[in-house]
């Protein structure tokens, strides 16, 4: 099993001193979050793509380029890719590049991103938003996987006898997820493909999780790609740590209070009983998520939120180092434990499926 | 014989309130038509007052809380909604509007709906015409034609003194009408179900965009 850390990469004012961080420290801070996600031993770096204020990762590639530059083993991800306004050929381009720049090192999970306005400026129709994601990533799936392509579709230039270069490192495209809240139409092109589902998991009640995952997992198997239960799942998480739960609560109250998505509303009480959010000590996080488990069933991926709500770098860095020193190993050794045989314990990721085939090969 | 399933919502304030009077007034009304006629029936009422706070944090979260979410569900599952507010400011009151703001726009198509409404002076009762009726026409819901607007003086009245043109009736009158007609529409109509989402398969979400 994976886990991680998933940024949105807002610039928040921290609500605690009124500072709000330049764009150029936000970037520069998202840098020192993954690299310090390495260092303490998580799996999975995942950035948000944004085309508007206040969030400053609309160019994932470049940012997960670096990233790569400066790590060994970190999975460098997206929470989410815009299938719906991107051009998929330059999604294919883009992220195929950055698979050979990280040895293989790369995911990505595609979303519909929900901003209304967003959609115009990359000449589309949030109305589209469905038939664009099916659509675009229907192209992207075949350009990763036919050396030529010719295409038709009704949102994209038509494409004759085209050649999406770089070529996927070793003929392996890079793993997907598709990731949504509750959208049962992502669910369900998840499961057609045999790629992951990623449910978002994060401001929102753990129904929409557990009935969405529910249907993904039936419908893979309706597709014949394996059992509902070796279905690839990953779940988003939002966690606040401290030694002792008083403490996290003291601490991030005001953060929460002032939060953008969920601010100025239900009391953190109440949003950490209605959502999957976790203010509390090490062993309170450990069992807060290990009980997904209960709702989900086995899965392959978990990404916890940390560095939102304006957050100062210092205080995430040391949520990282309780994340990686006192919470992952244990949730790694639990869920292991727990997993039967026969469920993968992490998606099909670019060496472990390169692996496999060579093995099937000799 | 089913048991159909009446919810009224009421928007009222005030304890006691006069909004809520006339709401239970409604309700008793419909469900005498429909004993008349051997109905089993379960009534419920929705008191917007104590979801006011979590019809405001819907707004903030995008999700209801779960009392919110039980109140939707028996709105949006019911044979018939009975709906009533006071008057401010020259039409339903914030907190009304608010509760229907949340509720999917499709989900009371076809619910035979009774509107209501209470204020201070006879002078606001077009509300009820030109307020209340666009919003569930809006919903396709299928309001009855007699609404009923009380106003503080129509709670002293005595009796009905009912015109033979119909004008001038006592509220006792509109009521037993009103109710009478929702009854007679929720009777008459296929008992609501509520459906699980349904999946579109892959193949012909492709094939609706000439891909496959």
Redesign the interface.
């Known amino acids: 099993m994976q886990f991680g850390i998933f940024t949105v990469g807002d610039v928040t004012t921290d609500p605690t001193t009124g500072r709000t961080p330049t764009e150029h420290e936000r970037i520069k801070n998202t840098v020192a979050i993954a690299l310090k996600a390495e260092e303490v031993g998580l799996d999975v770096f995942a950035t948000g793509e944004h085309h508007n204020p206040p969030f400053v990762p609309s160019s994932p590639t470049t940012l997960l380029g670096h990233i790569a530059a400066r790590t060994e083993n970190l999975i460098l991800s997206t929470s989410t890719t815009l299938i719906t306004t991107n051009d998929p050929v330059k999604i294919a381009e883009d992220y195929a590049t950055l698979q050979h720049l990280a040895d293989g090192r790369v995911d990505l999970m595609m979303g519909r991103g929900n901003t209304g306005p967003v959609y115009p400026w990359f000449g589309q129709d949030i109305r589209q938003g ?2 664009l994601a ?2 675009h990533y ?1 192209l992207l799936h075949k350009l990763w996987r036919e050396d030529v392509v010719d295409w038709e ?2 949102f994209r230039s038509a494409l004759q006898g085209f050649t999406s270069t770089p070529r996927p490192l070793d003929g392996v495209p890079p793993f997907v997820w598709h990731g949504s809240i509750r959208s ?2 992502i669910a ?2 998840a ?2 493909y045999g790629d992951g589902f990623f449910a978002n998991h994060i ?3 753990k129904q929409h999780t557990e ?1 969405m995952v529910r ?1 993904y997992r039936q ?1 893979y198997a309706h ?1 014949g790609h394996g059992t509902p239960e070796q279905a690839i799942v990953g779940l988003g998480g939002q966690v606040f740590l401290r030694k002792n739960s008083q403490d996290a609560v003291r601490e991030f109250r005001p953060y929460f209070d002032n939060a953008p ?6 009391s953190l009480e ?2 950490s009983r ?1 959502t999957p959010l976790t203010v509390g000590s090490p062993q309170e996080v450990i069992e807060r998520t290990l009980s997904f488990r209960d709702y989900v069933g086995d899965y392959q991926r978990q990404l916890f939120l940390v560095d939102h709500a304006g957050l100062p770098l210092k205080t995430v860095l040391e949520q990282l180092d309780i994340l990686g020193e006192e919470v992952v190993p244990v949730l790694r050794k639990e869920f292991a434990g727990l997993r039967p045989t026969g469920v993968p314990e992490s998606a099909p990721l670019h060496p472990a499926v390169l692996k496999t085939r060579t093995e099937k090969e000799s | 014989m089913q048991t159909l399933k009446l919810v009224a919502v009421s928007a009222g304030l005030g304890s006691p309130s006069s909004t809520r009077l006339l709401t239970d007034r409604l309700l008793q009304a419909a469900r005498y038509r429909l004993a008349e006629q051997e109905y089993a029936v379960d009534v419920q009422v929705v008191e917007l007052r104590d979801l006011a706070v979590d019809i405001a944090n819907n707004f903030v979260t995008g999700f209801p809380s779960g009392r919110l979410q039980e109140a939707i569900d028996a709105v949006t599952g019911a044979d018939g909604v009975i709906a009533v507010t006071p008057v401010f400011t020259a039409s339903y009151s914030g907190l009304f509007k608010s509760f229907f703001d949340l509720i999917d726009p499709a989900a009371l198509a076809g619910t035979p709906v009774l509107i209501g409404a209470t204020g201070g002076t006879a002078r606001h009762s077009l509300v009820l015409d030109h307020a209340l009726r666009p919003l569930f026409a809006y919903l396709r819901a299928l309001v009855v034609p007699t609404a009923v607007y009380a106003a503080s003086e129509d709670w002293g009245t005595g009796g009905d003194e009912a015109s033979p043109t119909g004008w001038g009736e006592g509220l006792p009158t509109r009521i037993t009408r009103a109710g009478n007609e929702f009854a007679d529409t929720v009777a008459g109509r296929p008992s609501r179900r509520l459906e699980d989402d349904e999946v579109v398969p892959f193949e012909k979400q492709l094939a609706d965009l000439r891909l496959d």
């Open positions: 469905i038939p099916i659509e229907a579709g009704k049962p139409e369900e092109q499961a057609y401001f929102w009640p009935k249907l419908r597709y998505v969920y601010g100025h509303g239900p109440e949003f209605e």
